[in-house]
């Protein structure tokens, strides 16, 4: 009989520890979802002080032309008198975390004017996140441009 409830208190234990390690990364994958939501005001804003700080040293950006930009390099563009968002927004996003990593994958739609020309966008992007001296970090940002529907006429 002893046995029965020691069993059953280490069975209970192990499904306590379980469910406390599935929260905290519940809550981790929250917090990465929302730093990565608040890049979207940061864009729409032009706010590259914010990015800075969302932005590992490291980052690297492979945009839906297939260039490559440093976090100077995007940094930069963002500041461009030529670039100006007018919206930014996440239509669908999931995060897996992994440890002190995340991936979130999703939908983005974008506005605004670029040297002159307006645009309208969608991408599906994949954002690479790193905890990194307990900060979360972006360390890579990939988009692909989703084509617009083409009509049959």
Not at 14 to 28: K, P, T
Not at 50 to 71: H, Y
Not at 74 to 97: H, M, N, R
Not at 122 to 150: S, Y
Request: proline fraction near 2%.
């Amino acid at each position: 009989m002893k046995r029965t409830i020691a069993a059953g208190i280490v069975l209970l234990l192990g499904v306590a520890i379980a469910l406390a390690g599935q929260g905290n990364s519940s809550d981790e994958g929250a917090r990465v979802q929302a730093l990565d939501n608040s890049w979207n005001h940061a864009l729409e804003t032009k706010d590259t002080k914010a990015l800075d700080m969302l932005l590992a040293d490291s980052f690297v950006s492979v945009d839906i032309d297939g260039s490559i930009e440093t976090k100077s390099e995007f940094l930069t563009g963002i500041k461009a008198p030529g670039y100006q968002p007018s919206q930014a927004v996440t239509e669908q996003s999931t995060v897996q975390v992994y440890g002190d990593s995340a991936v979130v994958v999703g939908v983005f739609r974008t506005k605004g004017v670029e040297k002159g020309k307006t645009y309208v966008h969608r991408e599906r992007f994949v954002d690479t996140w790193v905890k990194i001296n307990g900060t979360w970090k972006c360390i890579a940002a990939v988009t692909v441009l989703i084509p617009a529907k083409q009509s049959s006429d």
